[in-house]
């Protein structure tokens, strides 16, 4: 039997966010696979845990040729835990590869679920949350950066990025060309620690609050795509089904793609072209 992949979230901030099942497995795993290893003794001291385990370092720099060894953890029949510095493994830290590889040997794998910088910053940023994406880190470059920015530029749903706080103006500044200075955004800093900060505003006005400098770790969230404007004048809506008419698309079908468009009710559309023709 193959040992069991185990994903655990580390706390973003407060060791006491911890969940009770991150330290029962701290201190029965045979195998951690930590990015930090100095930062794991950390916090299995602050929460009162003495691993038993091998600890092995996993980080972006090793984490392709590490995975193999895992692997064979696995396969050999031991747990092995994997825990980034904060947040989730695989989401914008080490992790994704070694699941790739539980999967495909067929690994059982298990999550330990906690806190995670993404959510909380979501639901504290004051934007929308029935429907967001996570974006992870922009890019470095200046150029690749605006380019993937533009790409999001119609993206209705609430972002969420990381950043670091270095970049963290430069960034800003980009997004207000992109998305448009009055796009709604909140920069949540140092999450769930002593000093966390939420600062909401225009991405105009939060470029121009970070242009001097921000410390510590970011997570940024930005309001998505505000709906087009649809036409609502019978005139306009009329004319748009005359103009599909023109082109050879059937009355019935021009009139149905003209409301579906507009967010407008087809019988509002019909007696408008109606009225028009009168």
């Not at 407060?14 to 003794?41: C, F, G, H, K, N």
């Not at 939420?198 to 991405?203: E, H, K, N, Q």
Request: glycine residues 8%; neutral net charge.
């Amino acid at each position: 039997m193959t040992g069991t992949l185990l994903l655990a979230a580390a706390p973003i901030g407060r060791p006491q966010d911890a969940s009770e099942r991150l330290r029962a497995a701290l201190a029965d795993v045979p195998v951690i696979a930590a990015e930090d290893t100095r930062r794991l003794r950390r916090l299995a001291g602050d929460l009162g845990v003495e691993p038993v385990a091998r600890v092995v370092s996993y980080h972006d720099q090793n984490e392709r040729t590490r995975a193999a060894g895992l692997m064979e953890e696995l396969l050999a029949g031991r747990d092995v835990l994997v825990i980034t510095d904060a947040g989730m493994p695989g989401v914008s830290d080490p992790g994704y590869r070694l699941v790739r590889a539980a999967v495909a040997a067929g690994v059982p794998i298990s999550v330990l679920p906690g806190p995670s910088a993404v959510t909380t910053a979501l639901v504290v940023s004051g934007l929308p949350t029935d429907r967001f994406c996570f974006e992870g880190f922009p890019p470095r470059k200046p150029g690749e950066r605006a380019r993937r920015l533009a790409a999001l530029a119609a993206e209705p749903r609430t972002m969420v990025f990381f950043e670091s706080p270095r970049r963290l103006p430069a960034t800003l500044a980009a997004m207000a060309d992109a998305f448009g200075a009055d796009r709604p955004a909140a920069v949540c800093r140092e999450l769930t620690k002593t000093y966390e900060e939420v600062r909401r505003g225009t991405l105009g006005e939060l470029a121009a609050w970070a242009k001097d400098g921000v410390l510590g770790e970011i997570t940024l969230v930005v309001g998505g795509a505000p709906e087009p404007a649809g036409l609502t004048e019978p005139a306009d809506l009329a004319a748009a089904v005359a103009a599909l008419e023109e082109a050879g698309t059937p009355r019935k079908q021009a009139i149905a793609e003209v409301a579906k468009a507009n967010g407008a009710p087809k019988r509002a559309v019909y007696d408008a072209v109606v009225k028009a023709r009168k």
